[in-house]
Structures are given as structure tokens and as C-alpha cells.
């Protein structure tokens, strides 16, 4: 009988810096010995759990409106184009930790509820 080969797990075999602050570090550190993890496990799930819940959590809605005031519908887009870039100065701002992460999530919210609120006034328009 021919014994079959175990799977090949990966090897991690790349290293990636990054830059953080001694107190980051050792915040990390902390959260990783009481996960009861390595640091760099814990960054990794961290980081990569994070990317899969924002992919998750993103809804692609399309309206499409027929009859709704050309004016409104300019107007509606002008709001949106200024919601994202609202949102783009956030996530910048998040990155370069000018916020709180809950400071980041709050106002994110906020404009995803402002944005739903177009749209569901161009689609009343639209009917």
C-alpha cells in the first residue's frame, strides 16, 4: 500500500512591515497573550476578517428612475458625489488615526442613512 502524502499547509514565508507606535505594540501584544495567540496571527485574522465583513456588509442597490424631475435627479447626485467624498476624507482621517474607530462607524452610518433617504426620495419621485 502506498501511504498518501499529508496536505502541504502553507508556508508563510513573506514578511510585511508596518509602523506603529510602542503603545500599539504593546497593546497588540497584550490582546494577543490573552487571546492566547502570536501577534502576527492575531493581526493577520484581524486584518482579513475585517476586509471579508466590509465586503459583506456592502449592498449594490440600483435605482433606476423613469419620470423623476431631471433637476431632483441632478441635485440627488450632487449630494451623493458629496456623501463619498465625505466618506473617502473619514476613512483617510481613520487611517491616519486622526479618529476613533466608533468616531469612523458613527459618521459612516450617519451618511449610509442620509444616502438611503435620496434614494428613496428619487424613487417617490420616480413613481
Known amino acids: ?3 498518501t502524502p499529508k496536505p502541504t499547509k502553507a508556508q ?14 504593546t497593546q497588540l501584544k497584550e490582546v494577543a497573550k490573552r487571546e492566547r495567540t502570536t501577534l502576527a496571527r492575531l493581526i493577520r485574522e484581524a486584518v482579513l476578517q475585517e476586509a471579508k465583513d466590509r465586503h459583506k456588509n456592502v449592498t449594490y442597490k440600483q435605482v433606476i428612475v423613469h419620470a423623476a424631475d431631471p433637476a431632483l435627479v441632478r441635485e440627488v447626485a450632487r449630494i451623493g458625489n458629496n456623501i463619498n467624498q465625505i466618506a473617502r476624507t473619514l476613512n483617510t482621517l ?22 438611503d433617504h435620496l434614494q428613496n426620495l428619487v424613487a417617490q419621485h420616480a413613481e
Open 94 to 115: 481613520n487611517k491616519n488615526g486622526a479618529l476613533t474607530r466608533s468616531e469612523v462607524l458613527e459618521s459612516l452610518i450617519t451618511l449610509k442613512t442620509i444616502s
Open 1 to 3: 500500500m502506498i501511504p
Open 12 to 25: 508563510r514565508d513573506v514578511i510585511v512591515k508596518i509602523r506603529m507606535t510602542e503603545a500599539e505594540k
